[in-house]
């Protein structure tokens, strides 16, 4: 197969077009092609009156026309062999002796959840524990805060079947190195649970909530036919570990030998992987107690804003906005203000709403989330500024400082916005005017339970209150509107990260000083939303298997 990259064509060309157009540029007959798939395709919207699609193929051609083409484009960086983005399995099912200890997962966000179907493809029949609900139990209780108020602290936005990832966009697109195709094998598994096959060539695949929510059903089940084993409302309060002191190496002196569960069970493992997302705050502070090595890492804190989709499209797309392929329109957006703070924009949801995302009681929390669609009447999207730990107040210069901060501000949401789950809201340009917002305008605000209007000032630091005044009138020269007086801000957004790293070594990815301990995904500061959480998933499980084949009796 050859690759041909970076072919533009226009936004409304006909089907015919896309394979005159590698005749063209391959300078071949119609006999010779093959055959050809789309591997990605995106566009160009720089000139909005002439969008082009840009369209990534793999060419079929006889192989000896493909020798020839390749040497006479060997300078075009533009038409190269097709790389090989199949999945290759550190471990055969075959490699492992049946009773070979089964590795622990705890968590099954986006990287648990590839984590655990790894291992189970490896025929490790992992145990997955999550301390929520099932998924659809765990959507009823989400549903049930946002239009009654009714939080439960161990089913929501944040814990339970599926992860934050599902209450989102759904966005499986990611700017990490992957050089062994790990995205590929992710969206791959999707396809096969559900999702459109369009995430596969599409440049930026989203999949939406509901979508999510069946996909997440059939991999637990495809993990279960596989051997492995689920155990709901099941929360790890410990660690089983075991002091050690090994010469050759001296950094770790203990091991993991099982996991505490809150029933006063435990269970033995040698093998764990720590799945538990940005949120898990109570398990964070059991592991820095038991003395597993944890630093505090930069996050971002912000709000929400919300303008009309519409808006936003027509700013993004001109006159072709509202067209099919194209979709709803989506920014990013970043500005470094005087005061030397970044602003920018995240997690930004088209025609999409904004949700309550908090796991404690007493405190609001912000999220976007987006059905696959894409057809709800607003855009959303996060505009934070950045945070390091030096920004800590003294008494919170603690490697679990970034969570005290974070809540600090979400205990201050909850008060702003009266005291009942409401968010605090003000309108764009009465928050950048310093004054207090008494009416909405043209935006409805889509947060549920609902937003109580106010003045947002004391809502954040007074540093990232000024850096965001200076930003959003400056992102109006990239999307013309932006800077729209009646645009609705609400508090708090300050899950965009963990606060933490759960630190590990690069060469078998297992904890400074705990071995058998795997820390892994976003919890642990080393991916940011579902692709990199599942490619990382992937990883930690290839490390797990080639940790185990070391030391398990071979199999058949």
């Known amino acids: 197969m050859l690759r041909i990259t970076e072919l533009k064509l226009p936004l409304d060309h006909v089907e015919a077009a896309l394979p005159a157009a590698i005749l063209a540029r391959l300078a ?11 591997f990605r395709r995106g566009y160009d919207s720089r000139k909005k009156a002439e969008i082009q699609l840009v369209y990534t193929l793999d060419v079929e051609l006889p192989k000896a026309l493909e020798a020839a083409l390749l040497k006479r484009f060997r300078k075009d960086v533009h038409i190269t062999p097709t790389p090989d983005t199949s999945y290759k399995f550190v471990a055969a099912p075959s490699s492992f002796a049946a009773g070979t200890p089964r590795p622990i997962v705890i968590g099954f966000g986006p990287c648990g959840i ?32 946002w239009r009654k108020r009714e939080l439960n602290t161990e089913s929501n936005v944040q814990f339970g079947e599926g992860g934050a990832g599902t209450f989102s966009d759904g966005k499986l697109w ?75 190496d001296p950094g770790r002196t203990r091991r993991i030998r099982g996991v505490v569960l809150d029933n006063g069970a435990t269970l033995a493992a040698d093998h764990v992987i720590l799945a538990i997302g940005h949120s898990a705050r109570d398990t964070f ?34 006159p072709n906005a509202g067209n099919a392929i194209l979709g709803a329109a989506d920014y990013k957006l970043v500005h470094h203000a005087s005061n030397g703070r970044s602003v920018y924009s995240f997690c930004m949801c088209p025609g999409g709403t904004v949700v309550a995302a908090t796991s404690e009681e007493g405190r609001v929390v912000t999220n976007g989330m987006s059905q696959h669609s894409r057809n709800e009447r607003n855009a959303n999207a996060g505009i934070v500024v950045g945070i390091e730990p030096d920004d800590f107040p003294a008494d919170m210069q603690n490697p679990l400082g970034g969570i005290d901060f974070q809540r600090h501000w979400e205990s201050r949401a909850y008060e702003l916005g009266g005291g009942n789950y409401n ?18 305008g043209s935006v409805e605000p889509s947060f549920k339970p609902g937003v109580h209007l106010t003045d947002l000032a004391t809502a954040l630091p007074d540093y990232a209150v000024v850096a965001m005044r200076e930003a959003l009138p400056a992102f109006d020269k990239t999307i013309p509107g932006f800077f729209m007086p009646d645009a609705v801000l609400t508090a708090v957004e300050t899950r965009t990260s963990s606060p933490i790293r759960i630190k590990r ?29 599942g490619i990382d998933g992937i990883r930690v499980a290839e490390a797990v298997a080639t940790a185990i084949s070391k030391t398990a009796p071979a199999g058949r």
């Open 285 to 318: 502070k059991m592991l820095h107690e038991r003395g597993v090595y944890i630093e505090p890492k930069p996050f971002s804190i912000g709000f929400r804003i919300e303008h009309p989709q519409g808006l936003i499209d027509r700013a993004r797309f001109g």
């Open 174 to 248: 990611t700017q990490v190195k992957d050089p062994k195709h790990y995205g590929r094998k992710v969206l791959e598994e999707f396809v096969k649970a559900g999702a459109p096959e369009e995430i596969l060539y599409v440049s930026k695949p989203h999949i939406g909530t509901f979508r999510l929510v069946k996909m997440v059903e059939h991999i637990r089940a495809t993990i279960e036919s596989l051997g492995g084993e689920f155990r709901f409302q099941h929360k790890v309060v410990d660690l089983a570990l075991e002091e050690q002191r090994e010469a050759a």
């Open 505 to 533: 070594r690069d060469d078998d990815l297992q904890s400074l000083n705990v071995a058998g301990l795997y820390p892994a995904g976003e919890g642990a500061g080393y991916a940011g939303g579902i692709m990199s959480a």
């Open 28 to 38: 071949i007959k119609a006999a010779d092609l093959l055959g050809f798939t789309v």
């Open 423 to 440: 968010a605090p809201g003000q309108l764009v340009g009465d928050f950048v005017a310093g004054r207090a917002s008494t009416a909405f």
């Open 114 to 145: 590839l984590a655990a179907l790894i291992l189970a493809q490896m025929g490790l029949k992992p145990l997955i524990l999550e301390r929520g609900k099932v998924v659809r139990e765990r959507t009823k209780d989400t549903w049930g805060f």
